[in-house]
């Protein structure tokens, strides 16, 4: 699937083409000028890259990423003409990712975008297929079967059940799934993260009502419990 993502930056002109670049190279880049706009786009949508420039017309670059850093860990590259020892270590010290001094060649930005993606969500951008029980999961394709019978589910359901599998026997909080699949500044409440485990669980699970891999963790959240 391809990658998602945002430009926060007020020189709007930087940002169409360094778009244009990345779309070319197949990711899907959405771009705002305000952070009031980039909280807008993070609850309603989920992205696996910001590029974050400092120098914001409502608020720095800096705030963004600490309000960010409290429920998410998104990859966030600065990208900025603030080039001092002082700001780069800032950025580092407050969950950035990388730090480009701009003015910046497109290959380099490139570059470090690519490197980034690789380190976070692995090299192997192959068919990735994760089965549990009866049950296959073809998160490349957005397939999923059930003794061999696909299995429909809605975009956010297979969203979630996703999220699960590429981080399978771990617990995982309902605040970081929400955040993760709903969007970091979602304000959906904890109960739709429930409902959905419910569908998930009576349309993959033998008995719902006693799953054995979509498993509850007291006081934590949830975790897909799989053999290796």
Partial sequence: MPKQILIIDDDEDLSFIIS???????????????SKRAF????????????????????????????????????????????????RI???????????????????????VNALIRRTYGFNEGKKIVTFGNVSVNITARTVEKNDVPISLSLREFDLLAYLCEHKNMAL??????AE????????????????IRWL?????????????IKTVFKVGYMLEVSE
């Fill in 20 to 34: 244009e670049m990345l779309e070319s190279y197949g990711y899907i880049v959405t771009c705002t000028a305000d």
């Fill in 40 to 87: 807008e786009l993070l609850s309603e949508n989920t992205y696996h890259l910001i590029l974050l420039d400092i120098n914001l017309p409502d608020t720095t670059g800096f705030e963004l990423c600490k309000v960010l850093r409290r429920i998410s860990t998104i990859p966030v590259i600065f990208a900025s003409a603030r080039t001092s020892e002082t700001d």
């Fill in 90 to 112: 800032t950025g580092f010290d407050i969950g950035g990712d990388d730090y480009l001094p701009k003015p910046y060649s497109m290959k380099e930005m490139l570059s470090r």
């Fill in 173 to 178: 909080p309902k605040d970081k799934l929400l």
């Fill in 181 to 196: 699949v709903w969007g970091a500044f979602s304000m959906v409440e904890p109960s739709t993260l429930t409902v959905h």
């Fill in 201 to 213: 669980r009576e349309k993959l699970e033998n008995d719902p009502a006693k799953p054995k891999f």
